[in-house]
């Protein structure tokens, strides 16, 4: 029997996982990966680090020759442009036309920009490969340097940005870099941290206006400081890249909506990784971490083949940041609206639980890996927060 096989559409980590635990899983159809990139799939997190301060130039997931090996048809360069979930096939931007069996979406994230910064040159995202060799660029030119937003994508910018001598000010309207995510008062420890460093921390103030001759030249604050800017980097948060599904029948809301397998709502259609919105019981899930796209690979690829799946996707999500010399780990859920109980801190270094209804909800710490890691079965488990308070 002729059969489509599994169509993956994204050319990242997820799509590169999804092919390998296919196959690794001894699926023998056809698997095809429809990348609107041209370069090979590769690793993002070094983008924001190693890639930006010129210490790699590549991050490949996979060799050219890992996809003839395992008979996966890699399709770079074209990206696709529409489903038809009735028919079973997919447009490519070129017009071609491919039908599947399997079509899993993994096309991850699209970083939001500012419309009202105009296009002046010098305005950088770090989403991909290139994004960060132009930044990088920018950077061997620039003196001061402003970042918008202090999220992860913002705070490691920042970090890079100041080992590349670059002067920094990191602009966050929340009251504390990363305060949305872990909080205020962990929030002040990594401001603490970039302060420390050299950045000038701008918490609780917006930015107002980018004004520029071409170029961006001035970063205009809503409290009316003007701060002078080779480049900036705006760290905005980024929207699921689900336009290309509009009008398909795959249903859409906040990415793509899925059950905790990876099934959306039209047949035969899967979605994975930071574009995947994935939800069941009471459990919600679109995280836009490297450890969660490998965790849901292989819960949702056994059940495309009808198997049941050794792993569960409720396991403590985890992500890591690295900023300057500290890697800041986040196991299991913690909320900024947790209590938190810093039980660790050296003026540097920290350790944090996160505690919700009683119950250890998540574990925060800068420098601390065995002690983070260490609350991994505590966390799955739901321990009472006296069980690591002791
Ligand atoms: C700069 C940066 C640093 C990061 N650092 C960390 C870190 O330190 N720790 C951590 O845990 N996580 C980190 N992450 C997050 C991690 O990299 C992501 O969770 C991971 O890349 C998600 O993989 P993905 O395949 O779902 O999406 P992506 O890697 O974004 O891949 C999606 C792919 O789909 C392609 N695509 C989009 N639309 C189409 C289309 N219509 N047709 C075909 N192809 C399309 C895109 O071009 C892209 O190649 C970082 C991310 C970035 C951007």
């Known amino acids: 029997m002729v059969t489509n096989g599994v169509v993956i559409v994204g050319g990242g980590l997820a799509a590169v996982r999804t092919a390998e635990e296919l196959r690794r899983e001894e699926y023998a159809g056809p698997i095809t990966i429809v990348s609107d990139e041209t370069r090979l799939p590769y690793d993002r997190p070094p983008l924001t680090k190693e890639v930006l301060r010129g210490e790699r130039d590549e991050t490949t997931l996979e060799p050219q020759e890992f996809y003839a090996g395992h008979n996966i048809d890699l399709r770079l360069g074209c ?14 931007a ?43 660029g920018d950077a061997a030119a620039a003196r001061r340097a402003v970042v918008i937003g202090a999220g992860f994508i913002g705070c490691e910018a920042a970090a890079s940005l100041r080992k590349l001598g670059v002067e920094v000010v990191l602009v966050e309207p929340q009251p504390a870099p990363l305060a949305a995510v872990l909080g205020e008062q962990i929030g002040e420890l990594v401001a603490r941290l970039h302060r420390a460093n050299g950045v000038d921390v701008r918490s609780g103030v917006g930015v107002a206006e980018v004004r520029g001759a071409g170029r961006v030249e001035t970063v205009v604050l809503t409290d009316g400081a003007e701060l002078e800017a080779d480049v900036v980097v705006l760290g905005v948060g980024s929207l699921p890249a689900t336009e290309w599904l509009n009008g398909c029948g795959v249903d859409v809301d906040n990415g793509v909506l899925c059950d905790l397998a990876g099934r959306t709502s039209a047949p035969n259609v899967w979605a994975v990784g930071d574009v995947a919105f994935w939800r069941g019981d009471g459990h919600q899930v679109r995280v836009e971490h490297w450890s969660n796209v490998v965790t849901q690979v292989r819960v949702m690829v056994p059940a495309m083949l009808g198997r049941e799946s050794l792993h569960d ?45 009683g119950v250890l909800a998540g574990v925060v710490g800068a ?3 065995g002690k983070v890691m260490g609350a991994r079965a505590k966390i799955a488990a739901g321990a009472p927060i006296s069980e690591v308070l002791t």
Request: net charge negative; glycine share 10%.
């Open 94 to 136: 070129d017009g071609s036309v491919l039908g599947y069996d399997h079509l899993v979406i993994a096309t991850g994230l699209v970083p939001r920009r500012i419309p009202s910064f105009g296009d002046l040159d010098g305005i950088r995202v770090v989403r991909s490969f290139e994004d960060s060799l132009l930044l990088r």
């Open 367 to 369: 420098g601390r890996p």
């Open 79 to 92: 990206g696709a442009r529409g489903v038809d979930t009735a028919v079973q096939e997919v447009t490519l």
């Open 313 to 357: 996707v409720a396991v403590p999500p985890y992500f890591w940041s690295d900023q300057y010399d500290v890697k800041i780990q986040c196991l299991g859920e913690p909320a900024a609206t947790d209590t938190v109980h810093l039980v660790e801190d050296d003026g540097h270094k920290f350790l944090a639980y996160y505690e919700r209804d």
